[in-house]
Each structure stands twice: as structure tokens, then as C-alpha cells.
């Protein structure tokens, strides 16, 4: 069974992620990576990191909550732009031609939406709402996967109550969700179930679940093996995958893809043990590569 956090740890983390997300509004990026350890044993043998090539793929593009001009509708050959100077510096480059290509880099991108409740919304907070039965409810959702039996059976009992924790449950339970989802966007899932076993709330704990409250930039960068020489592990498996991120409200994405690349840029096709958390550095000069190719492209 796993276990639940106390009251206290509770009140010690929502002040914790009060402090945060105000002392660490800037421009810092957070990066996790991971690879397979026999890729990354083969691609760094005799200390010298191998050239690979590579094309893109169009992944998904996950929009937020706010009309956002500099990332709404911003095409894909932008993105890439942006990410093949970085690649370049551990050693990837554009291909010459598709049937010549090592990997496959298949990038998600977007913006997170954040975990608002319909309480903070309307700008009112009760603190005496018993959420017992809400908390009951939503275990049961979870194991059933069905909302509608919960509303009707809390309306037959009082139906202007039921409709307020109705209202109150779906909330929760979108909240929830979202917030698993933003944890899967960002690269933060293991690092948060990790630190769910401590009883001490860390400034590093506190700093992610910040950051899922908030609307982030994003980028997920997937390597596939595109020639199938790579035999080991699962066929559809990613031989590396790469979590990027930096706060929206105030930035721009364009400005924002800079960061966060630059950052991210030395730990392409590495694994980490747990999260970066960085600023770019001010570089100058510019990098010459060939021409991009992005898969299903329409010319």
C-alpha cells in the first residue's frame, strides 16, 4: 500500500513550494537524461564520443492554457533549428541523406498547464471542507473509471451539496491528472516518487513540485536507432531520451528553446542520475551544418 503524507510534511511542502517558485522565477533550465547504458558504453568507447547522424521527426505539440503567439502555431523546422547546433556539440549531425541516418530524434514540445482549482479560480478558499468523502470517492474512481454513478448516488443525498463536491471531485480529479501528466512532461516522475518515501521535504522536492503549478516550456527528445543496428533491449525502445524545461509566464519560447538548449546540449545521449538544473551560457560564433531533414515534411 503506498503510503500517505502526513499533515505536517503537507504543510511543510506547500510552504516550501511557496518560497520556491517566487525565489526561482528566471531563466533556469531543468534537464533530466537518460540512454541506454549499452548505447552509451559503444557511442564513448576509448574516452572519444562517436559521430552520428540523425533526422527529425515531428512529435506532438501539447498547447496550454493562455494564447501564447511565439509557440502557437510555430512550425516544427524552427524547433529543430534550434536543437541541431547544440546536438552538434556531442557529436550529432544532420544526415546527407535519409537512408544514411543513424537515428531517428523524434521531439515533443509545448507548454504545461498548471494545477488550478476551481476554488482558486473563483479567488475563494474554505478551509473547513471535510475531504474524506471526496478522497473515498476518488479511489473508487480510479478503480471503477466511471464518474457518473459517484454524482448521481451524491445528489440523490443532498443535490445542491452533491453538485458542489461533484464539482469539487471532477477538480481534483483533473487536477490530479494533470499534475501526472506534467510530471511525465517534464522528466519528473521517478525523481518525485523517490523523494514521496522521505518524511523531510528537500528545496530540490520543493522546486519540482513548484514547477508543476506553474505553466513551463517543454521539450522531450526521443532517439530511435533508424538502420536497426542496435539488436539489444525492445525494438521500439529509445536508445536516449532528454527532459527540458524552463518557466513560460514572462519568456519567450524562441528565447526559451535557447536556453534550454544550450543547457541540455551536454547531456545528449548521456544518462543521468537525477535532475540538472542550470543557466545557459552566453556563447558566440555561429555553427554551419547541413541542410535539416525532417521525416513526412511537406516541401
Not at 516518487?193 to 528545496?203: D, G, H, L, M, Q
Not at 539488436?231 to 528565447?255: A, I
Not at 541540455?264 to 535532475?275: E, I, P, Q, T, V
Amino acid at each position: 500500500m503506498e503510503r500517505q503524507p502526513s499533515p505536517l510534511r503537507l504543510n511543510l511542502l506547500w510552504c516550501a513550494v511557496l518560497f520556491i517558485s517566487s525565489a526561482f522565477a528566471d531563466n533556469q533550465v531543468t534537464v533530466n537524461a537518460w540512454a541506454r547504458s549499452d548505447y552509451v558504453k559503444r557511442r564513448e568507447s576509448d574516452g572519444k564520443v562517436r559521430q552520428e547522424t540523425y533526422v527529425f521527426g515531428a512529435g506532438r505539440y501539447f498547447s496550454g492554457t493562455t494564447v501564447d503567439r511565439s509557440i502557437d502555431g510555430l512550425p516544427f523546422r524552427e524547433i529543430a533549428e534550434f536543437l541541431a547546433p547544440e546536438l552538434a556539440r556531442r557529436n550529432y549531425l544532420p544526415t546527407a541523406a535519409v537512408d544514411q541516418a543513424d537515428l531517428l530524434l523524434v521531439v515533443h514540445w509545448g507548454t504545461t498547464m498548471p494545477r488550478v482549482t476551481l476554488d482558486q479560480m473563483r479567488g475563494t478558499t474554505d478551509f473547513s471542507i471535510d475531504r474524506s468523502d471526496e478522497r473515498a470517492a476518488q479511489r473508487e474512481f480510479n478503480d471503477t473509471m466511471g464518474i457518473s454513478g459517484l454524482v448521481s448516488d451524491v445528489n440523490d443525498a443532498d443535490l445542491k451539496t452533491g453538485f458542489e463536491q461533484s464539482e469539487r471531485l471532477t477538480d481534483d480529479l483533473d487536477r490530479d491528472a494533470r499534475a501526472s501528466s506534467n510530471a511525465q512532461l517534464l522528466g519528473y516522475t521517478q525523481d518525485l516518487r523517490r523523494f514521496s518515501n522521505s518524511a523531510k521535504v528537500t528545496e530540490e522536492e520543493a522546486t519540482l513540485r513548484a514547477n508543476l503549478e506553474e505553466e513551463r516550456y517543454f521539450v522531450v527528445i526521443k532517439a530511435y536507432d533508424f538502420q536497426g543496428r542496435w539488436s539489444l533491449g525492445p525494438k521500439n525502445r529509445p536508445l536516449w531520451t532528454l527532459h527540458m524545461n524552463m518557466r513560460s509566464p514572462g519568456q519567450n519560447f524562441k528565447t526559451a528553446m535557447t536556453c534550454m538548449s544550450r543547457v541540455a546540449a551536454d547531456y545528449f545521449g548521456r544518462k543521468m542520475d537525477g535532475l540538472k538544473v542550470g543557466r545557459p551560457d552566453v556563447k558566440e560564433g555561429t555553427v554551419k551544418l547541413a541542410p535539416l531533414i525532417i521525416i513526412g515534411e511537406v516541401k
